[in-house]
């Protein structure tokens, strides 16, 4: 278990060294979620009345577009550079490559977030990042992160795969963006955790359901 | 010997394939591969453009699944065990798989982590020695040149002491420097007793580097010199013949 992690570390570390020093996908990411966010500036009043109940859900637009364009590199940038058969290569079970590159995509996104919500919150006069929504990003990302990184393993394979990410991803992730904007809504709200114990139980739940399949499947999109 | 005990006498065979077929769709790549390399030998698989080379080394080193037949590396089923066969094999491919962004160095470690190297800081020197990349440790892969980049790959290959060694073409885009290098260092790579499969356009190349010379067409072999040592002119000649040939 142990030589399996250092396996997963090891394709972290040199994703975070290769984004270290291009900077290719947090900048990308991080401007475009940016961009998002100051065009619905414009299109809400910032504080205005009702503005909670548009607010998550302009959020997570927000994210969930910009991770799309995150999600669009991890695979697709090692199909590009021809480095993808030397990985498969690897004698390594494919579950400990699909993790790695997991956890590398996840925290790319993580780190976009923590500066992208606080930023939300100053455009639009919200909360800047209240400590409640602290694990509803997380659990949002990680179910983002494990469906986004296997049907990025897909798209690369195919001709159009700018376009063909957010066709297979968006319906998938259906039911982790609904969740994140229902959960994200109370917390915005004030609400206690129990008014949105259950999105959070649907998070888990779908965050679960894409970890162990998208694992499973993860070997059978990346073999010839 | 005490009862019950059993002597295992070593396999000779590195590779072993019988009935190997691959198919892309209705397009058939290889048609039915028997193929058996003693340990520690070297075989040159030719064949023209699209006569199923690359194929078979991809399903040989499990980057492809196989559509039928079967196949062991080392003794190690490619289908059912996989990762065995791939800490068994050293791979060198049309591209030398290397990170842009990482310096030659990085990629070595990066690599070596993966495979388990062990004292892997001095195994990625040396294998940047046999090559004679190592004063270039430091440069970032984006900086070398398409000759310099595959010779990172050949010591990224012989990074974890593979048993077997499958090379596709090799030689493409090296100066003649680099050519000596790479013959020294596949040289060395049979003395240190590892089997070579390299698949090359270059007959005279191939013929002078492998002691028996496989030619594959329309993903058939179409010619195996087994035991027959051929002169370039004799394996040229051959070589028309079978590829010309109607199918």
């Known amino acids: ?224 | 010997m005490a009862h019950g005990q059993v002597t295992v006498f070593p396999q000779p065979w590195t590779v072993q394939a019988r009935g190997l077929t691959k198919a892309y769709g209705y397009q058939w790549a290889l048609r039915g591969i028997d193929l058996e390399l003693r340990r520690g030998s070297s075989l040159a698989l030719f064949g023209p453009n699209g006569s199923g080379k690359t194929t078979l080394i991809k399903v040989l080193v499990t980057l492809a699944r196989p559509t039928g037949g079967e196949a062991l590396i080392e003794g190690h089923d490619i289908r059912r065990d996989a990762q065995a066969v791939r800490r068994a094999v050293g791979v060198v491919g049309h591209e030398p798989w290397l990170y842009e962004d990482l310096t030659v160095q990085e990629n070595l470690h990066f690599y070596g982590r993966m495979y388990g190297v062990s004292d892997l800081p001095r195994r990625a020197l040396a294998v940047l020695e046999q090559v004679g990349m190592d004063p270039y440790a430091q440069f970032p892969v984006r900086s070398l040149s398409h000759g310099m980049r595959r010779r990172v790959a050949l010591a990224r290959a012989f990074l974890h002491r593979p048993r077997v060694l499958l090379l596709d073409e090799p030689e493409a885009g090296l100066d003649q420097e680099a050519l000596a290098l790479l013959e020294r260092a596949l040289a060395q790579a049979r003395m240190d007793g590892m089997s070579v499969l390299i698949a090359t356009h270059d007959l005279a190349w191939g013929l002078a580097l492998a002691e028996r010379a496989v030619v594959l067409h329309r993903g058939r072999i179409a010619y195996d010199s087994g035991g027959t040592r051929l002169d370039a002119a004799a394996l040229a000649a051959t070589y028309r013949r079978v590829t010309e040939a109607a199918p």
């Open chain 1, 1 to 224: 278990m142990t030589a399996i992690l250092g396996k997963v570390g090891a394709i972290v570390w040199k994703d975070v060294l290769a984004e270290l020093r291009t900077k290719d996908i947090v900048l990308s990411v991080g401007v475009f979620a940016v961009l998002v966010i100051i065009v619905f500036n414009f299109a809400f009043q910032p504080g205005a009345q009702g503005i909670g109940a548009v607010a998550p859900g302009a959020l997570w637009v927000a994210v969930v577009f910009a991770g799309v364009l995150g999600m669009n590199r991890a695979f697709v940038l090692e199909k590009e550079r021809g480095t993808l058969p030397g990985l498969l290569l690897c004698p390594v079970p494919r579950e400990a490559i699909f993790a790695g590159k997991m956890a590398a995509s996840l925290l790319f996104m993580l780190l976009v977030e923590a500066a992208v919500v606080p930023l939300f919150g100053v455009f639009l006069g919200l909360p800047l990042f209240p400590p409640a929504l602290v694990p509803i990003v997380l659990l949002a990302t990680l179910g983002f992160a494990a469906a986004g990184t296997l049907f990025s393993a897909v798209a690369a394979s195919s001709r159009s795969r700018e376009l063909m990410l957010p066709i297979l991803l968006l319906p998938v992730l259906v039911p982790v963006i609904l969740s994140a904007v229902g959960a994200s809504a109370a917390v915005f709200a004030g609400e206690p955790f129990g008014e949105y114990r259950t999105w959070v139980q649907v998070l888990i739940g779908f965050d679960v359901v894409y970890l162990v399949l998208s694992a499973w499947v993860f070997e059978y999109v990346v073999q010839e």
